[in-house]
């Protein structure tokens, strides 16, 4: 039973580019979190998502952001223009329903050169 | 919004010792606490959980005590090892409203030999 997994783990963009980042839920899991660690932070949460439909966004930036969870595939986060600011690591994790433990992926390192 | 909080950026224990970290929460409506584990580069790994019901719950070296009138949690470690260095992180969540999961900012263990 493989665990969440995140891909890529290390990505480089250039300013403007977009990034897109891929997380895998564990077999079973339909609640996908995605969280945002800067240099030397703690996790601040983004965004939360079941099967096709967003649940909770308030932590992601209104501009540039976007995030989805579709029927079949994996969880896409997707930043716009990247600026250097959003050099992070992102971390995804997912869980099997409400009030239940949530496991992470190992993170997609973003770096806006 | 920091509805989780956790005050120490670091603590340093000597082997063998207990290790205690705190966490404070200010959203009523969480009713179930978690502590994840996180190592550099890794992603976090679910440490221990506790429900609103319970005032302690236990595991092995660890124990998770939770006091719902101060709104307070902690994680207590006993005996630390040095294995045990790595930053903590607490999180909460509202089982009856969306579920998504907050975290402090983390408190770096640095467990001494």
């Known amino acids: 039973n493989a665990g969440v997994m995140q891909n890529p783990r290390h990505l480089v963009r250039r300013r403007g580019q977009e990034a897109r980042l891929r997380c895998s839920p564990m077999?079973?899991?339909?609640?996908v979190y995605w969280y945002r660690q800067l240099p030397e932070e703690g996790l601040k949460f983004m965004v939360y998502?079941?099967?096709?439909?967003?649940?909770?966004e308030s932590g992601m930036p209104k501009e540039r952001f976007s995030a989805e969870f579709p029927k079949e595939g994996p969880s896409i986060l997707r930043i716009q223009q990247v600026v250097r600011g959003d050099s992070a690591a992102y971390f995804c994790?997912?869980?099997?329903?409400?009030?239940?433990?949530?496991?992470f992926g190992q993170g997609t390192r973003l770096t806006v050169v | 919004d920091q509805q989780v909080k956790q005050n120490s950026p670091s603590l340093s224990v000597q082997e063998g010792r207990i290790s205690i970290l705190n966490c404070d929460y200010t959203?009523?409506?969480?009713?179930?606490f978690l502590w994840y584990k996180k190592y550099p580069a890794e992603g976090p790994t679910f440490l221990i959980s506790?429900?609103?019901?319970?005032d302690k719950n236990e595991d092995g070296r660890f124990t998770v005590f939770l006091n719902k009138s101060a709104k307070h949690l902690s994680l207590h470690i006993v005996p630390s090892q040095p294995g045990d260095s790595a930053v903590y992180f607490c999180?909460?969540?509202?089982?009856?409203?969306?579920?998504?999961?907050?975290f402090g900012a983390g408190t770096r263990l640095t467990v001494k030999p």
């Open positions: 999180a909460a969540s509202a089982r009856n409203n969306n579920n998504d999961m907050r």
């Open positions: 959203n009523s409506m969480f009713d179930y």
């Open positions: 994790a997912s869980s099997p329903g409400t009030g239940l433990v949530a496991f």
């Open positions: 998502l079941q099967k096709e439909n967003i649940i909770d």
């Open positions: 077999k079973g899991h339909s609640h």
């Open positions: 506790i429900s609103s019901i319970k």
